[in-house]
Structure formats: C-alpha cells, structure tokens
Nanobody, 126 residues
C-alpha cells in the first residue's frame, strides 16, 4: 500500500532554504513517478518537480529550475526537494504525489496521480 507523508515546510525569509521530504512507503523510485505539486494562495495547483526511473528522468518547472534539486534516498524510501534562494512567490502548500510509471516521463495532469500526501506549508516572507 502506498502512503505519502510530506514534511519540512516552514516559514523563512527571502533567500532562505528549505529541504522538503516526501516519505513514500510502498513506492519504488524505479517504477513510480513521484511529483511535487504546490498551490499558492489564490493560485492553481502547479506541478514543480518530478522524478522517475530511479532518477534518470527528472523535471523542474521553470519557476524553480536552478534553485531546486530532487534527491531520492532509496534506503529510506524518501524523496527530498531542496529549495534554495526562496522567494515570496514560493509561498504555497507543497504536496507530493505518486503514480505508476507508464511512459518515459511523468504526467503533468494531477488527476493521473493515484496517491497524495497531506501537504506541508512553505511561507516565504519578504
């Protein structure tokens, strides 16, 4: 059974860093797609980063590219999202989601993901 649990969210100032964790029990990073989404206040849900095939496939949204790094820990079944140089526009609830990997890439459509965590809040003050 797949269960996802996010942690690591916090309130930081502009320029700060956070490492978000997604503890993904029942997930094999080689055969699942694991994606981070976020939803900011008054904004639509946004896919920001994905990993699949054990890390061979990664995706970063342009809004975080160069400021974020995905790191899977297979021993702990945990996916980390390191985010640096945080900006107020990064303020959002961050969710991880998982789906079986059926293509060579992870889907953009949130409806395809079968499993979701409860989210972790990131607040960046100016």
């Amino acid at each position: 059974q797949v269960q996802l649990l996010e942690s690591g969210g916090d309130s930081v100032g502009t320029g700060g860093s956070l490492r978000l964790s997604c503890a993904a029990s029942g997930v094999n990073f080689a055969t699942y797609c694991v994606t981070w989404f976020r939803r900011g206040p008054g904004k639509e849900r946004q896919r920001i980063a994905s990993i699949a095939s054990g890390g061979i496939y990664t995706y970063y949204h342009s809004s975080i590219e160069g400021r974020a790094t995905l790191s899977p820990d297979n021993a702990k079944n945990t996916l980390y999202l390191q985010m640096n140089n945080l900006r107020p526009e990064d303020t959002a609830m961050y969710y991880c989601a998982a789906s079986h990997l059926t293509e060579d890439y992870c889907p953009n459509d949130a409806a395809i993901y079968q499993w979701w965590g409860q989210g972790t809040q990131v607040t960046v003050s100016s």
